[in-house]
C-alpha cells in the first residue's frame, strides 16, 4: 500500500525539484524526505527517482505516480469538504493568503460579514505575493488565498488547485508630469515593485511590449507610497485600481488598456468545503455591496 504522506512529498518534489526545497517547505530535514522517499519507492517496487550527484529527476514511473498523486489528494480534499458539511455550524481557523491592496480594500468587509455569519470560525490572514501562493496552498500553510494576474504575466497553471474569478480592474499609468502613455515614459525614471513579484514583471513585460527597457530608480510594493513617490517626482508607475485610491493632487492617472484579474485559489477538490465557502460567499457580497 502507498503511504499518502509519501506521495505528498514526491508530488512536491515534482514541482520544487530539490530534495532541500521539499525539506523546507514541509518541515523536515532534507534526510527525512530522502528517507520517505526510498520508503516510497520499497512500496512501489520500482524507481522512481535518478540521482545523478546532487541532482535528483523523477523517472517516467515516478511522474506518473505523480499524476496519481494529484488525483488521490484531490479525492481526499473532497473526503474532508464531505465532512466538514456534516458537522453543525463552522468553527475552527481558515488560514487565509492575499496580497497587500487586497487586505487593504477586499477582506475587512468580507471578513467583518463572515465573523457576523459565522462566528465560531476564525479567519487568520498571512499577507503574502500570488508568486508565493501556490507552493504555500500545497504545503496546506493556507486554505484559500486570492491571487492576480496581469495581461502580461498570465497564472502559471498548476495541477493542484483550481481558481475562481473574484474581480477585474484596469491598470492605470501615474504621473507627477503629464505623461499620458507608456511610449511617453521611455526616457523617465520609473518606480516598480520588488524583483521577483508579479507586479514587477507586469511593469517589465509591459514597457518592453512599448518598446523600450524601464529606467527603473526605486522598488516600492505598497501603492499608496508609490504614488507618494510619483507626486514628489520620483518617476512614474504601474497601480492597478485597488491601488490607486485618493491619489495626491498633482499626480495623473491614465486609464491604460491592461487589466488585473483577482482570483480566488485553492487546493483541488476543496471547493465545496463550507468553510471556503462561507468565505468566499462574503468576499463576493462585500464586492457586490
Known amino acids: 500500500m502507498l503511504d499518502v504522506r509519501r506521495?505528498?512529498?514526491?508530488?512536491?518534489?515534482?514541482?520544487?525539484?530539490?530534495?532541500a526545497a521539499v525539506a523546507e517547505a514541509m518541515l523536515f530535514t532534507p534526510s527525512a524526505v530522502s528517507q520517505q522517499l526510498a520508503a516510497l519507492e520499497r512500496e512501489a517496487g520500482v524507481a522512481l527517482l535518478e540521482r545523478t550527484g546532487r541532482r535528483v529527476t523523477l523517472t517516467p514511473a515516478g511522474i506518473a505516480l505523480v499524476g496519481h498523486a494529484e488525483a488521490v489528494l484531490e479525492r481526499l480534499e473532497q473526503a474532508s469538504a464531505?465532512?466538514?458539511?456534516?458537522r453543525t455550524g463552522l468553527v475552527g481557523t481558515i488560514r487565509i493568503g492575499a496580497f497587500p491592496t487586497a487586505t487593504r480594500t477586499i477582506l475587512p468587509a468580507a471578513l467583518a460579514a463572515l465573523g457576523r455569519d459565522h462566528p465560531g470560525l476564525e479567519p487568520m490572514v498571512d499577507e503574502i505575493d500570488p508568486a508565493e501562493v501556490a507552493p504555500r496552498l500545497r504545503a496546506g500553510d493556507l486554505d484559500v488565498a486570492l491571487v492576480h494576474e496581469y495581461d502580461f504575466v498570465p497564472a502559471a497553471p498548476d495541477l493542484a488547485l483550481d481558481t475562481e474569478p473574484l474581480l477585474e480592474e484596469p491598470m492605470y499609468l501615474a504621473s507627477g508630469d503629464g505623461r499620458d502613455s507608456l511610449v511617453r515614459c521611455r526616457d523617465t525614471s520609473w518606480i516598480v515593485s520588488k524583483p521577483g513579484t508579479l507586479c514587477y514583471e507586469m511593469t517589465v513585460r509591459a514597457c518592453q511590449a512599448a518598446g523600450f527597457a524601464p529606467r527603473i530608480r526605486h522598488h516600492i510594493d505598497d501603492f499608496a507610497a508609490v504614488l507618494a513617490m510619483v507626486a514628489a517626482g520620483q518617476g512614474v508607475a504601474m497601480v492597478p485600481e485597488l491601488g490607486a485610491a485618493d491619489p495626491p493632487e498633482n499626480v495623473r492617472l491614465t486609464e491604460l488598456s491592461m487589466r488585473r484579474r483577482t482570483q480566488i485559489a485553492f487546493r483541488r477538490g476543496a471547493a465545496a468545503h463550507p468553510a471556503l465557502a462561507a468565505f468566499t460567499g462574503a468576499l463576493r457580497s462585500s464586492i457586490s455591496g
Open 7 to 19: 506521495l505528498r512529498l514526491l508530488r512536491e518534489l515534482s514541482y520544487r525539484g530539490t530534495i
Open 82 to 86: 464531505e465532512l466538514a458539511t456534516a
